[in-house]
């Protein structure tokens, strides 16, 4: 199933994306995705509404340096465990919202990642059951301004600004995630591209790693790590970032105002 979260012209709900292609339709479900979602019996084209994040989480946790190439250009040895940093949810937005640059940065870089959203309460998951606390997989850019990350020793401001963690453009609950291509273009041109099988910390190491820290809850979302290839990103530009099996996260990029 492919969930969704749509605003309409009746308002703002979760759906699931059914179709392909230009015939895609938005159903509506009542409540929340979690457990066995279930349909009020409303539906639109996806055409005619406008995609939001996929989901509204708590935290956003991210994993850093996660591949060993991207480790290696940013001038470290990849880590033995899994470093974790979080993201508020202020800095979610959807597809199709801009990156907005802050006045206070020059350097502000991509990161195309696979984020894992988790679907129930859980705490101390043991990695051979990881999987079933997991509601299914989307799209993230770990947008993050390398300026304030060297000026400051850590990455919270770096990472923690407003709409620096776009998502989307829904979230794929039957996908096998262990083997798949990410690749990031701006300006329709090829930045990054690898697959989740390189990762140095597995899908369930992670969320072991993670939920042995904090609890989890429905909705959280875990942005695995970016993979080799990260760059500058400026106004005027658009960014898109495709997972195999799930689709493609696209934002343009504007200054602020």
């Not at 492919?2 to 979760?14: C, E, K, N």
């Not at 705490?123 to 993230?140: E, F, I």
């Not at 005027?236 to 689709?247: A, C, F, L, P």
Request: proline share 8%.
């Amino acid at each position: 199933m492919r969930l969704g979260r749509i605003a309409s012209p009746d308002g703002v709900a979760f759906v699931s994306i059914e179709g392909e292609g230009d015939a895609r339709t938005a159903r509506e479900i009542a409540e929340h995705p979690f457990g066995n979602p279930t349909f009020t019996g409303r539906s639109w084209p996806l055409a005619d509404v406008r995609l939001l994040a996929p989901i509204l989480a708590s935290k956003v946790i991210c994993v850093g340096k996660n591949y060993a190439a991207h480790a290696a250009e940013m001038g470290g040895e990849a880590p033995a465990e899994p470093v974790i940093f979080l993201k508020p949810n202020t800095s979610i937005v959807g597809p199709g919202a801009p990156i907005v640059l802050p006045s206070t940065s020059n350097e502000v870089h991509f990161e195309g990642e696979l984020a894992v959203v988790i679907g129930r309460p859980c705490k101390d998951v043991p990695a051979s059951k990881a999987l079933d606390v997991v509601l299914g997989y989307t799209v993230a850019n770990d947008v993050s301004a390398r300026d304030h990350q060297r000026q400051d020793g850590q990455w919270t401001r770096a990472k923690g600004h407003d709409t620096f963690c776009p998502l989307g453009p829904w979230i794929e609950t039957s996908l096998d995630a262990s083997d798949v291509e990410i690749t990031t273009e701006v300006g329709g041109e090829v930045k990054q591209r690898s697959r989740t099988s390189l990762l140095l910390h597995d899908i369930p190491k992670i969320i072991e790693w993670v939920s042995a820290v904090m609890t989890l809850l429905p909705g959280d979302v875990i942005l695995t790590g970016t993979p080799e290839g990260v760059g500058p990103i400026v106004a005027g530009d658009t960014v898109n970032v495709t997972v195999e099996g799930i689709g493609t996260l696209s934002n343009p990029v504007v200054a602020k105002g």
